[in-house]
């Protein structure tokens, strides 16, 4: 059996491939896209967890956090920042092996909602801040 990640082949009891680590899940029944070889490959087994997940979910908390507490301004900002480079990091992670990852595109989204939000305050900051001095 072939791993979806690193394209090594792994004995079929494998839970864990051999060379790169990713924990195998059950067995696919459809092809799954092997970027190894640029190619569909049946069958292989699916990983039995979503690489970049943690740091997906953790994009996910930061970006709720960026939005609620919009008011702290660049304390937000800041969040929302790393927010997004997580949300980015765990998509790309995911994205490698053909796994939708939503808590990566709805941390991304968050984040971006914050970084909007805070950016639109600084513009509104800076216009009103010419026009008063
Ligand atoms: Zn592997």
Same mark, same amino acid.
């Given at each position: 059996?072939?791993?979806? @990640?690193?394209g ?7 839970? *864990? ?8 899940? !059950? ?5 799954? =896209?092997d !970027?190894?070889i @640029? %190619? =569909?490959r049946? !069958?292989? =087994?699916?990983? %039995? ?5 943690? *740091?997906? +979910?953790?994009?996910? *908390? ?11 301004? =660049?304390?937000?900002? %800041? ?8 949300? +980015? ?11 939708? @990852?939503?808590?990566?595109? %709805? ?5 971006? *909602? ?20």
């Open positions: 059996m072939y791993c979806p @990640n690193c090594k082949q792994s004995p079929d009891e494998a839970t *864990v491939c051999t060379e790169c680590g990713l924990k195998f899940g !059950p067995v696919s029944t459809e092809p799954v =896209y !970027p190894a @640029n %190619a =569909y049946q !069958p292989v =087994y699916i990983p %039995a967890t979503v690489p970049g997940k943690g *740091v997906s +979910i953790a994009s996910l *908390v930061l970006g709720i956090i960026s939005v609620v507490f919009f008011l702290t301004a =660049y304390i937000a900002a %800041a969040i929302a920042v790393v927010g997004l480079v997580l949300g +980015i990091y765990g998509k790309s992670k995911s994205k490698k092996l053909g796994l939708p @990852n939503g808590s990566a595109t %709805a941390g991304i989204a968050c984040s971006s *909602v914050c970084l909007g939000i805070e950016l639109t305050i600084l513009l509104v900051a800076v216009i009103a801040g010419a026009f008063y001095f």
